[in-house]
DNA sequence: GATGAATGAGGATTCATTCAT
DNA sequence: GATGAATGAATCCTCATTCAT
């Protein structure tokens, strides 16, 4: 894939990162994202397999993103407890940063089981696992609980921030997302922590 | 609206439930749901506006269940600790009750903006608040620790049910969602404590 | 037929001709008219085979008046001249006395060919041979020229009135139509007279 | 617009004068004309928006040629009574061409009052002022009479016309339509004689 | 690779008509 | 006779996908 084709592929999933925010999935059209991004629509079916696949490919590009674009690099250092707030932290910004992909995220990947199974066994789990990694990291540090299920932890965790995340979508008022890092670290760690 | 007309709105709504649940909103037509109803297809019409009412008609009558069936009357007695433990039972045992009105409420609900809008502003926003009239009551009580906002507070038990549920809709295994109420309440309750 | 059946009647076919005005035979339903004639849906097939039958019933009995209620006495005395101008004057009037009907019979009258067909085979060939009956009149009178075919006459004024009355639907302003009447017949008093 | 696309344009169009002559707007389908069009459903709604605006589509390419294809190089020269007398020969050599086009001419585009509406105010409006023309010129040449109001003129010259024309696609004979151009223009000469 | 005209299956909705009460 | 709930055939229109250029 040249230069060319990748930054096409990258137009169209732009397009569709803003028709598909907008009105949803099943609202857009195929024709109106080949609009926006500025092919003909035979087009979009040189770099996707159908509708779906750009939904697909949206989301991969997204969670790619998201996990690559910093999460990953968290397991450096620091305790434990740092690390959670710096997850809490960064998710919330990450969300926060374009709303287009944040309704996307928040609501159109819940489209249908279908979907939400292909997310949740993929990049949500990799994600589930880094979360759970530093609840493990911090039992065995002594400062969070030693009778929580990390993995469950790691999905209240990820409860907590999905739940704050869709609320800020809904309210549409001009907040930034990630000033409520502080509250949702805040009810996190004292749920989390031994003692 | 007499039996013969309730009965025919009802079948309508199960019919829906099992066909939506199964296939998607967007993946069920206004016929095969009359079919399952044993109506014809023009009839829905006469119970509902168009195909987008009967999904709202589902999740009303969900809604109508899951508040007026158990929650409301919480309210009676016992500490707030207590009735947070109820909270989480009843929410989780209503959830898991109905496979198919689950997946409807984890997962269909979320179609879109519009719909979660529509949820948000509704009936959630009641619920959320008889989660955050029991914060409160344990606030005063001392149970419950002073510094959390109690709407953030509700938002954040919500996120946590809901999560438990989305993920127990995907697991697909034979658990009982119930089962999980004990490990939920007992995060929360942590969270929430004072002292 | 009762008084009460034909009281039903009657205003199943009053409730079409506004119906049927406003928004045109196929712009309405057989509901829509039973609702204002204040009957049930299935009442209206007690008197009517279909709801076709209901158009042809309209237009049965405003033919009925329109004949009935004038154009035939006329007949009885004066000269041609003097019975080409009442005719002028009656027609009018008696159009533009029901602005509703006048749509039913300038606009939706002229359906389809099956329709025009029923129109020009029964009423309107009655009509014009009323017409024509004048025209002879005047001829033997020696007042109309002798070299017009009496028919094609009678045509020609049903034209210049039907021109006239389809007009005035159209003007929509709030003049009224038997204002036209000396007007239409300078015209064709001109068109017929001899010498 | 290419050529192709032109060609298929004028072929839909081509199969709604048939199939709407044939039964009637409401009485055909999109399928149908599409069908005898040699193409898809969709196809048409590719050339129109819907429907209706195939119909608007048959009129106004009826209408182009009837005026413009004759009417309107009439203004060139020779007096008013020869011009009234070309006006009446082209009207109905026009009309009596095309025994479908006349169909819908005359009983279907008087479907409704939004048609007629549509008619009155633009093409017929534009036709009219051709015939008032031709009448005002007579009357500066002294051969039309003076008292008459030239565009009442032309809509009595008009009225003429159309029934003529009506009864000529009822009758359903044989018969050319310009044969009866000599009796039309007849009447209307002596109609609109000064002296 | 790119185009966009063409396709045609699919689906929501309407409404004339029926018939059990 | 009267009702009006129920029917289901019929139709307009959309839109994902294809393919000749």
Redo the contacts with the bound molecule.
Sequence with gaps: ?NR??DD?RTRILDAAVVEIARAGF???????I?RRA??????????F?????ILVGVFDRAMDRFIGGGVLELGSGGDASTLLKEIVQLHLELVGEDHDMAVILQVELRHSLHFMNLFSRTRLREYLEIIAGVVVQGQREGVFRADLEPMFSAKMVFGALDQVATDWILADDNSRLSARAEDVFHFLERALAAG
């Design positions: 894939m060319r084709t096409k099943y609202g857009t059209t195929v024709s109106k080949a500025g092919v003909a629509d035979g087009t979009i079916y040189l770099y397999e159908n509708k779906e696949a």
